[in-house]
């Protein structure tokens, strides 16, 4: 009997995939480098014979019923060409490899074409949900070609989370179509914490709140509007205590936070294709900055920043910004992959990502509801502001964002996704912005031209004699 599938790789991901494609009855057969953890693998967590250890490649890949199928569950980067490298010479035309990691879309993109000489088909699939989410029904967000697709789709669908609206995988579109989206879900993972983790600061610092109390305020809060995956764990992550001091542990840990790429390349892509995707890049900054943890202890015994409390705040207040934000942070994400459609020629339905984020992965939350139904209005509206129902759920919020971070800027706290969210909006709803006199600028000390407001043509002065 040969494997249904294979599976090399097995960190947390990997496992916990492996397993899940066995409880669906499909049969998996495993690999990993070190021989030591399949084997502590198959020992301890393994209790199917659905899964089928290899140890070596050829005994992988000889397992598998053709056309073989392999899912690559390995670190991103070196690693994934070095694990093709590998298989390559026992592969045979037809079969199917699929990089289920948190690649970069432009090396997904040239193993596609590498491998497509070679006559093997190539998905980058995005894989979100971590380690709960790979054993009980993350979001796929695969993509490559719809031949490969089809390969996959019957065992992808059924081991993808579910929800009242499908499962929570669809062919995302061409090309590295899935593992761009599943990088801008990352920017916007990256955006909504940053948010979350500012309203917690504003909690603790100005109306001094406990980490027990902001939990029970989080956790209402994940009834209500914000209800998604982040906001649980947030409340979850208040209330729980250190063993060994009985404290809240979140007041434990070390304020500085760790990042693996994903929000950087959304924000490095942004930039590239001019798509405005303010928050993302203030919330790898905030990540960076961070990260210097002597220098900020170094300068706030220099500077002693004098922190207001101010009197008015209301939980309310917060709970209105924050929405604010997770619906900006999706605006911008959106938008982002919309543009990346357009240039890369992926062909994605946005539509249908939002609908694939609703269960499984990290940012799933009720707010795609009413995303959908504002995109579905008009397909047109990638940023989902252009709307009446929008409008109106923006400014019911917006007073109180502008109470929130005026009130953050009066005590020095930083708000860097709040405010970026908050210049994102401001900058698409002003007509008129100072853009004019950066084009006046750029004139008169590189004769840059300049348009017109009163008459078509390209312009240019002589700001100031040559000679
Ligand atoms: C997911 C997560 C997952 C991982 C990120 C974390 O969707 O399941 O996004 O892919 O947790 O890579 O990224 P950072 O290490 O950059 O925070």
């Known amino acids: 009997m040969k494997a249904d599938i294979g599976l090399i790789g097995l960190a947390v991901m990997g496992q916990n995939l492996a397993l899940n494609i066995a409880r669906k009855g499909y049969s ?105 989410g790979a054993l009980h029904g993350p979001s796929l967000m695969p993509g490559g ?79 209500e509007e914000l209800a998604s995956f982040l906001m649980e764990i947030s409340y979850k992550i208040m209330s729980w205590k250190d063993e060994e001091t009985g404290k809240p542990l979140v007041e434990l840990i070390l304020d500085k936070a760790e990042q693996k790429g994903t929000g950087k390349w959304s924000t490095q892509v942004a930039l590239d294709l001019g798509v405005p ?40 207040d917060l709970k209105k910004t924050l929405s604010l934000a997770y619906f900006l942070s999706y605006s911008q994400g959106v938008w982002l992959i919309h543009e990346a459609s357009k240039s890369f020629k992926y062909n994605v339905d946005s539509l249908e990502v939002l609908r694939i984020w609703k269960g499984g992965c990290i940012i ?17 509206n990638i940023t989902f502001l252009n709307d009446e129902r929008a409008r109106n759920f923006v400014e019911e919020r917006l007073p109180h964002a502008i109470k929130v971070t005026n009130l953050a800027r009066s005590s020095m706290i930083p708000t860097p996704s709040l405010n970026a969210c908050l210049d994102y909006l401001f900058s698409l709803m002003t007509e008129n912005l100072p853009a004019n006199l950066i084009q006046a600028q750029r004139d008169f000390f590189g004769a840059h031209t300049f348009q017109r407001i009163d008459k078509p043509g390209t312009f240019h002065v002589e700001w100031q004699p040559l000679e």
């Open 277 to 316: 995707a303010f928050s993302f890049g203030a919330s790898v900054f905030a990540r960076a900055v961070s990260y210097y943890k002597e220098e900020r202890q170094k300068m706030a015994e220099l500077y002693k920043p004098n922190m207001k409390t101010a009197e008015n705040i209301a939980v309310e």
């Open 28 to 132: 998996v057969a495993v690999y990993n480098r070190t021989a030591e953890r399949t084997k502590k693998f198959v020992e301890e967590r393994v209790k199917s014979e659905k899964v089928l250890p290899a140890y070596s490649i050829k005994e992988l890949v000889n397992s598998l019923s053709r056309p073989r199928k392999i899912i690559l569950m390995v670190k991103a980067g070196q690693a994934v060409d070095d694990m093709i490298s590998e298989l390559l010479p026992y592969l045979e035309k037809g079969d199917l490899l699929i990089d289920g990691g948190n690649s970069h879309f432009a090396d997904t993109d040239r193993r596609l074409s590498e491998l497509a000489k070679e006559g093997i088909l190539y998905l980058g699939m995005g894989v979100s949900g971590g380690e709960y």
């Open 145 to 223: 070609t719809r031949e490969a697709y089809s390969l996959v789709e019957k065992i992808l669908v059924e081991i993808a989370a579910k929800t009242e609206d499908g499962p929570c995988c669809t062919y995302v579109g061409d090309g590295s179509a899935g593992h761009f989206v599943k990088m801008v879900h990352n920017g916007i993972e990256y955006s909504i914490m940053q948010a979350i983790a500012e309203v917690y600061d504003i909690m603790r610092k100005v109306m001094k709140l406990s980490s027990e109390k902001i939990g029970e305020i989080f956790e209402r809060w994940n009834r």
């Open 364 to 380: 799933r939350s009720k707010m795609l509801d009413f995303l959908r139904q504002l995109l579905k209005n008009s397909q047109e």
